[in-house]
């Protein structure tokens, strides 16, 4: 037996919904209350079934059967066995008829993520093995629940959002960021139950405690302070980027359902928290359920779960965010020993694609008379440099392709705070990237705009040459990739206007667009073909490996850059920094957690590799084919790695000597003081997939790589 009436009552769900839902009708009460006492009972009999036994494939078949309960069109036609299967079935029939496909669809996706990540959780606690902060933070969103809540929150205030607008990043982090509070919150109030009672280690208190090595209430105190920044970045972009979006959309049905539904994850915060406050589930039953309910909720985190409150009560830490003096001398920031377990290896035509860039730079205006760069600057990037160790196997040709596209991605890196940050500021900004995203036609578009400056005519000459060897829906998916990073340019923009140092979590998630690592991962699936089937690739293995990898390369990117960005070009957008700025630390103990970080998603990263892809490649019956292109793909991944960080060490961008005295043209490339790339850049490991690393294959494939 899971639970008995006496559990049920003690739990009180429907006090929850009533404080998380307080304007609900009685009838969608019941149905919102039948859903929590759902999802709570699965939870623990997953937990009694199989956590304590540890049987991993009996979990696998059980959770198999619950998205037969989740049709996304007609009705539930499978037979239930169990008790979770019966509630889902009737749940589902009685919520989805009156909402749309695009509903539908994205509450079956929380839901399957809510059930199928009980396996990641499973696994780690048979490992003993602990997620790090990044990855926990991350999967903590599809098992924790949040997503799914927010879903339902939509449902009960009969306001959903339009799926245009659900898909852009305000939408995404206000979804992200209610999901994060009301995970982290759990986590404090749940850490003795979970942690000394029933042996989890999904808890983020315990990740704090074991990455950083401190006190158990250090821990707490720091999961508390991540808390509110996350409400904090919840409510800048419902006050600041919401409005933004939903004037841009012009429909004022839009505007209506997005703000009702924004209300819906503001109460569901403050009604949260209360609930905790009193559930025995959370071992408190010594709280006062007194008047002081009326009062509304205090404690760990809550006085932010109201907007108007938490302004007064949280504003040194709000602050904080926004007392970063620019350009303020920090001097050089010694590197650490960086952990590179793969080998690396260069194209044979690099000293051709060196010189065969600057005539391709010359030929789009990118160096000549710009305020930006001259060739004197380009030949010091050395930028093919990066290009040769990303594609060892790269033809001369493609070379040139990856080495443009770098070379291009560099360049509006420095040219947007170059020329908007620093003089045409955030509308002429938004013009700009507008215009760019029309320089990558598609079948069917219009022709590209004429160019007016070297950042468009280079866009419009490596366009066509890149995606004329793809299919529509691979451009497609590429062209995605490009808008987000240029999107992700004005977020920066827009942060920097205020001198804000952004959330620790906003900033690591923005950082994989802002890197152009997202463009890179896009173009090694592209590279693949249909080897792979495509569902694969939105497997949480895969999107797992692949963050963990744009996690490094940004994180390293940072360290390198940390005196130029922060003390040369008045940055706030820098991991070192915002570590700094978290944890009141400073620049050599940020330092250090920004290396852990970098250690501690590299080995994620193998773990993934090693034991999850094997383990999902029987889970999905792949073919030899599959298998290889995923192989490949990892294979891709390692050399964009080991390629990038070899780059960092021996170009001419990030040493104090450079950023003082530019280098003359002409002379060889010099390594950076303090780092070793040949103790650093080790051989690797044969994967477990049975490749090592292997070079992208086709011309389309060749054009990844990071900015910086």
Same mark, same amino acid.
């Given at each position: 037996?899971?639970?008995?009436?006496?559990?049920?009552?003690?739990?009180?769900?429907?006090?929850?919904?009533?404080?998380?839902?307080?304007?609900?009708?009685?009838?969608?009460?019941?149905?919102?209350?039948?859903?929590?006492?759902?999802?709570?009972?699965?939870?623990?009999?997953?937990?009694?079934?199989?956590?304590?036994?540890?049987?991993?494939?009996?979990?696998?078949?059980?959770?198999?059967?619950?998205?037969?309960?989740?049709?996304?069109?007609?009705?539930?036609?499978?037979?239930?066995?169990?008790?979770?299967?019966?509630?889902?079935?009737?749940?589902?029939?009685?919520?989805?008829?009156?909402?749309?496909?695009?509903?539908?669809?994205?509450?079956?996706?929380?839901?399957?993520?809510?059930?199928?990540?009980?396996?990641?959780?499973?696994?780690?606690?048979?490992?003993?093995?602990?997620?790090?902060?990044?990855?926990?933070?991350?999967?903590?969103?599809?098992?924790?629940?949040?997503?799914?809540?927010?879903?339902?929150?939509?449902?009960?205030?009969?306001?959903?959002?339009?799926?245009?607008?659900?898909?852009?990043?305000?939408?995404?982090?206000?979804?992200?960021?209610?999901?994060?509070?009301?995970?982290?919150?759990?986590?404090?109030?749940?850490?003795?139950?979970?942690?000394?009672?029933?042996?989890?280690?999904?808890?983020?208190?315990?990740?704090?405690?074991?990455?950083?090595?401190?006190?158990?209430?250090?821990?707490?105190?720091?999961?508390?302070?991540?808390?509110?920044?996350?409400?904090?970045?919840?409510?800048?972009?419902?006050?600041?980027?919401?409005?933004? #979006?939903? +004037?841009?959309?012009?429909?004022?049905? /839009?505007? !209506?359902?997005?703000?009702?539904?924004?209300? *819906?994850?503001?109460? @569901?915060?403050?009604?949260?928290?209360?609930?905790?406050?009193?559930?025995?589930?959370?071992?408190?039953?010594?709280?006062?359920?007194?008047?002081?309910?009326?009062?509304?909720?205090?404690?760990?985190?809550?006085?932010?779960?109201?907007?108007?409150?938490?302004?007064?009560?949280?504003?040194?830490?709000?602050?904080?965010?926004?007392?970063?003096?620019?350009?303020?001398?920090?001097?050089?920031?010694?590197?650490?020993?960086?952990?590179?377990?793969?080998?690396?290896?260069?194209?044979?035509?690099?000293?051709?694609?060196?010189?065969?860039?600057?005539?391709?730079?010359?030929?789009?205006?990118?160096?000549?008379?710009?305020?930006?760069?001259?060739?004197?600057?380009?030949?010091?990037?050395?930028?093919? #440099?990066? +290009?040769?160790?990303?594609?060892?196997? /790269?033809? !001369?040709?493609?070379?040139?392709?990856?080495? *443009?596209?770098?070379? @291009?991605?560099?360049?509006?890196?420095?040219?947007?705070?170059?020329?908007?940050?620093?003089?045409?500021?955030?509308?002429?900004?938004?013009?700009?990237?507008?215009?760019?995203?029309?320089?990558?036609?598609?079948?069917?578009?219009?022709?590209?705009?004429?160019?007016?400056?070297?950042?468009?005519?280079?866009?419009?000459?490596?366009?066509?040459?890149?995606?004329?060897?793809?299919?529509?829906?691979?451009?497609?998916?590429?062209?995605?990739?490009?808008?987000?990073?240029?999107?992700?340019?004005?977020?920066?923009?827009?942060?920097?206007?205020?001198?804000?140092?952004?959330?620790?979590?906003?900033?690591?998630?923005?950082?994989?667009?802002?890197?152009?690592?997202?463009?890179?991962?896009?173009?090694?699936?592209? +590279?693949?073909?249909?080897?792979?089937?495509?569902?694969?690739?939105?497997?949480?293995?895969?999107?797992?490996?692949?963050?963990?990898?744009?996690?490094?390369?940004?994180?390293?990117?940072?360290?390198?850059?940390?005196?130029?960005?922060?003390?040369?070009?008045?940055?706030?957008?820098?991991?070192?920094?915002?570590?700094?700025?978290?944890?009141?630390?400073?620049?050599?103990?940020?330092?250090?957690?920004?290396?852990?970080?970098?250690?501690?998603?590299?080995?994620?990263?193998?773990?993934?590799?090693?034991?999850?892809?094997?383990?999902?490649?029987?889970?999905?019956?792949?073919?030899?084919?599959?298998?290889?292109?995923?192989?490949?793909?990892?294979?891709?991944?390692?050399?964009?790695?080991?390629?990038?960080?070899?780059?960092?060490?021996?170009?001419?961008?990030?040493?104090?000597?450079?950023?003082?005295?530019?280098?003359?043209?002409?002379?060889?490339?010099?390594?950076?003081?303090?780092?070793?790339?040949?103790?650093?850049?080790?051989?690797?490991?044969?994967?477990?997939?049975?490749?090592?690393?292997?070079?992208?294959?086709?011309?389309?494939?060749?054009?990844?790589?990071?900015?910086?």
């Amino acid at each position: 037996m899971i639970w008995t009436e006496s559990d049920l009552d003690a739990h009180d769900y429907p006090l929850l919904c009533s404080y998380t839902h307080p304007d609900a009708a009685a009838e969608m009460l019941d149905l919102i209350t039948d859903w929590y006492v759902w999802v709570f009972y699965f939870d623990d009999h997953f937990l009694e079934l199989f956590k304590r036994s540890r049987d991993m494939p009996a979990a696998r078949k059980y959770l198999g059967r619950l998205p037969a309960f989740m049709p996304k069109d007609g009705a539930v036609t499978a037979v239930p066995e169990n008790p979770v299967e019966r509630g889902l079935a009737d749940l589902w029939t009685r919520t989805v008829g009156s909402r749309s496909p695009d509903w539908r669809r994205r509450f079956a996706v929380s839901t399957t993520h809510l059930l199928d990540e009980s396996l990641w959780e499973l696994a780690n606690i048979g490992d003993q093995r602990p997620a790090n902060p990044i990855e926990y933070i991350e999967m903590r969103r599809r098992v924790g629940g949040a997503p799914w809540s927010a879903n339902l929150v939509e449902h009960a205030v009969d306001a959903e959002v339009p799926a245009a607008i659900a898909a852009t990043r305000p939408m995404r982090v206000l979804c992200d960021t209610f999901a994060d509070s009301v995970h982290l919150r759990n986590d404090l109030f749940s850490y003795q139950r979970e942690v000394q009672e029933e042996g989890e280690l999904a808890n983020c208190v315990l990740v704090f405690e074991r990455f950083l090595d401190c006190s158990t209430q250090e821990a707490a105190n720091l999961v508390n302070e991540l808390l509110t920044d996350r409400l904090q970045q919840f409510e800048h972009t419902a006050l600041t980027e919401v409005p933004a #979006l939903l +004037a841009e959309s012009g429909s004022a049905a /839009a505007t !209506a359902d997005v703000f009702a539904y924004a209300k *819906g994850l503001q109460d @569901w915060q403050a009604g949260g928290h209360e609930w905790h406050m009193r559930s025995s589930r959370y071992m408190n039953e010594r709280v006062d359920t007194g008047p002081a309910v009326l009062a509304g909720p205090s404690g760990l985190g809550t006085s932010a779960a109201r907007i108007v409150p938490s302004i007064a009560r949280h504003m040194p830490q709000r602050l904080r965010a926004y007392q970063h003096v620019p350009f303020q001398r920090v001097g050089h920031l010694p590197l650490p020993d960086f952990d590179m377990p793969f080998r690396l290896r260069l194209s044979p035509h690099l000293d051709r694609a060196r010189e065969s860039l600057v005539d391709w730079a010359h030929g789009v205006g990118m160096i000549d008379a710009d305020p930006v760069w001259d060739e004197q600057r380009l030949r010091e990037i050395d930028l093919p #440099l990066c +290009a040769a160790g990303i594609h060892p196997d /790269a033809s !001369a040709e493609q070379l040139d392709l990856t080495s *443009g596209w770098l070379a @291009w991605g560099t360049y509006g890196d420095d040219y947007y705070p170059v020329v908007f940050a620093r003089g045409a500021g955030l509308d002429a900004a938004k013009a700009q990237t507008r215009r760019l995203a029309a320089c990558m036609p598609l079948a069917g578009d219009p022709p590209p705009p004429p160019p007016v400056n070297a950042l468009e005519r280079g866009l419009i000459e490596l366009w066509p040459r890149s995606s004329a060897a793809m299919s529509g829906a691979d451009a497609r998916l590429f062209r995605t990739a490009v808008r987000d990073m240029l999107d992700s340019w004005l977020w920066e923009l827009a942060n920097q206007a205020l001198d804000r140092i952004p959330d620790p979590v906003d900033y690591v998630e923005m950082r994989r667009q802002t890197f152009g690592s997202a463009m890179t991962a896009t173009l090694c699936r592209i +590279a693949q073909g249909n080897a792979v089937p495509p569902e694969i690739f939105a497997t949480r293995p895969v999107q797992e490996l692949v963050a963990a990898a744009m996690d490094y390369a940004c994180f390293l990117n940072d360290v390198f850059s940390y005196q130029k960005e922060i003390e040369y070009e008045g940055e706030t957008h820098n991991c070192v920094l915002v570590v700094q700025n978290f944890l009141r630390c400073d620049r050599f103990r940020a330092r250090d957690v920004v290396n852990g970080l970098m250690t501690a998603r590299m080995e994620q990263f193998r773990h993934i590799s090693d034991t999850e892809l094997p383990q999902l490649i029987t889970d999905r019956g792949l073919d030899e084919a599959a298998r290889q292109g995923l192989a490949r793909f990892v294979g891709d991944m390692q050399n964009w790695l080991s390629g990038i960080l070899n780059w960092h060490c021996y170009c001419r961008r990030y040493g104090e000597a450079d950023l003082r005295h530019p280098v003359p043209s002409g002379t060889e490339p010099v390594r950076r003081a303090g780092v070793d790339p040949v103790r650093q850049i080790r051989c690797a490991r044969p994967t477990t997939l049975g490749f090592g690393p292997a070079g992208l294959g086709g011309a389309a494939a060749r054009l990844s790589g990071g900015r910086s």
